[in-house]
């Protein structure tokens, strides 16, 4: 059980939009900046995302970061098929001391 | 540009130990706090510890706790991952990956190595 709370899959056509949801507590996400990673099995995650909003200067405007409370959302707009990963959020427990992610989630371009 | 290279990975006997280590080039390593971050097949991504820039501060999850040891030596840019005690649920490709320069207790990753794979199995 991951600490932080994601859909196992979301799908969605190509050129549509689709969201993800990363649900923690006040100890994580209440209290800490979120991040966002994109993983290919076997390859290196990538940053997405990170201070809940902020997108490195290499990742395209398609995507986007929010939080709201104990909740963070990613979202993708102009789906492509080259899209299809795991998709993870990611933050720091204060209660914990530790890092946590959620349990992932699989983007499906159909 | 950034680097990070791991290596030290391989197949292991249950109860064994593995020494990974990470070369890092490309950045002042001295200055960002390193994490390591595992992948088990099937599972996602788990972080599994971290240490500042100076070493004085090491976290670790649960799940690893007095079974792994994380060391730097910032004259070599180097970053380690001391294991004991392997168990089959520890096999995972091992990433190390580049924190956030002004806090370790921060979870921003920004670069990663391509990971090193360790299998523990009889």
């Known amino acids: 059980q991951s600490v932080l709370t994601q859909p196992p899959s979301v799908s969605a056509a190509p050129g549509q939009k689709v969201t993800i949801s990363c649900s923690g507590s006040g100890s994580n996400i209440g209290d800490n900046y979120v991040s966002w990673y994109r993983h290919l099995p076997g390859t290196a995650p990538k940053l997405l995302i990170y201070?809940?909003?902020k997108r490195p200067s290499t990742i395209p405007d398609r995507f986007s970061g929010s939080k709201s409370g104990t909740s963070a959302t990613l979202g993708i707009t102009g789906l492509q098929t080259g899209d299809e990963a795991d998709y993870y959020c990611?933050?720091?427990?204060?209660?914990?001391?530790?890092?946590?992610f959620g349990g992932g989630t699989k983007l499906t371009v159909l | 540009q950034v680097r990070l290279v791991e290596s030290g990975g391989g197949v292991v006997q249950p109860g064994m130990s593995l020494r990974l280590s990470c070369a890092a080039s490309?950045?002042?390593?001295?200055?960002?706090?390193m994490h390591w971050v595992r992948h088990a097949p099937g599972k996602g991504l788990e972080w599994v510890a971290v240490?500042?820039?100076?070493?004085?501060?090491?976290y670790y999850a649960d799940s690893v706790k007095g079974q792994f040891s994380i060391s730097r030596d910032n004259s070599k840019n180097t970053l380690f991952l001391q294991m004991s005690s392997l168990r089959p649920g520890d096999t995972a490709v091992y990433y190390c990956t580049r924190g956030y320069s002004l806090s370790w207790s921060v979870a921003k990753f920004d670069y990663w190595g391509q990971g090193t794979l360790v299998t523990v199995s009889s």
């Open positions: 490309g950045f002042t390593f001295s200055t960002y706090p």
């Open positions: 201070d809940n909003n």
């Open positions: 990611g933050t720091w427990d204060s209660s914990l001391s530790a890092g946590v």
């Open positions: 240490i500042s820039t100076d070493g004085s501060n090491k």
